[in-house]
């Protein structure tokens, strides 16, 4: 068994793949804590391993209409009492390099959204904290662009580092997944992420918001399994349409486990 490296008492080996998800947004403390239960209830009967993700602000809308989360000094809080309770590691993004010395704080992983993957101010600040970090390949990035990204984590000293896969620009509107780019990906040494949710994504594609095809998400999830992905991301939520923030390219929470199921299948034949 090859172990990567630990989230907190986690390990990330290939023993199994593990899922990161959870809600886009923070949108309540008991709405975000209902999801993280459920999804920690059925990723343990299962013995998957599981990071609660959800982001406390979502810098990166379409729309200055868009909902973005409570922000940071409301939505760390929220996160810090779901990590204690529910003993789970949990994870969120961050936009700008001063709130790297904050979220450590709380913060399990720390992750760096896919548009800003190139920002090495961003980079360095989030590697020095020591946290694992997952860095989202950009949409406009190749394979062997992110692994750069690793190199200049590593010049922090940090060599915990797993890297997602969420699609690459095609045309206006719409998204298409190279499933070349997992198996490249890994040449780096780093678990690769399958971000099954938003590489269903379209952006801007509902009135100046993302629209999405959320038929497809057990599809790419499949398909990175198969391909050779070590985790899973997803978007997950009880009532996706009324979810405040990528309600469209979200898993309905009552599907998680039959898809873990279908995963788990396909991760020991693979």
């Known amino acids: 068994m090859k172990i990567f490296f630990k ?10 793949f593990f899922l990161i998800a959870g809600p886009c947004v923070i949108e309540d403390e008991g709405l975000t804590r209902e999801i993280a239960a ?3 209830k059925i990723t343990g009967e299962l013995g998957i391993p599981f990071i609660f993700k959800a982001s406390f602000d979502k810098a990166n809308r379409s729309s200055i209409e868009s909902a973005r989360g409570p922000g940071l000094e409301k939505g760390l809080p929220i996160l810090a009492r779901i990590k204690q309770d529910l ?3 949990v994870l969120s993004d961050i936009h700008e390099p001063w709130q790297a010395e904050a979220v450590a704080k709380v913060l399990s992983v720390i992750q760096i959204p896919a548009f800003l993957s190139r920002q090495t101010d961003l980079l360095l600040a989030a590697a020095r904290t020591g946290l694992p970090l997952n860095i989202k390949k950009s949409q406009m990035m190749s394979p062997a662009d992110i692994v750069l990204a ?4 590593a010049e922090a000293g940090n060599r915990r580092v797993m ?6 620009f095609f045309g206006y509107n719409n998204l298409v997944v190279d499933f070349r780019s997992i198996p490249l990906m890994k040449q780096s040494g780093c ?8 590489s269903v994504q379209r952006p801007s594609a509902a009135n100046g918001v993302s629209g999405g095809d959320p038929q497809f998400i057990p599809l790419m999830a499949a398909a990175g399994i198969t391909a050779g992905a070590d985790g899973i991301f997803l978007e997950i939520h009880p009532r996706p349409e009324k979810a405040l923030s990528d309600g469209r390219n979200s898993l309905p929470l009552k599907d998680l486990h039959p898809l873990l199921i279908r995963l788990q299948k396909l991760y020991n034949v693979a």
């Open 87 to 89: 003993q789970v590691p």
């Open 163 to 168: 890297l997602t896969e969420r699609g690459s």
């Open 191 to 198: 678990p690769v992420v399958m971000d099954a949710t938003h």
């Open 7 to 16: 989230v907190d008492d986690l390990e990330i080996s290939n023993k199994s």
């Open 38 to 40: 459920e999804a920690k």
């Open 150 to 153: 690793v190199k200049k984590v």
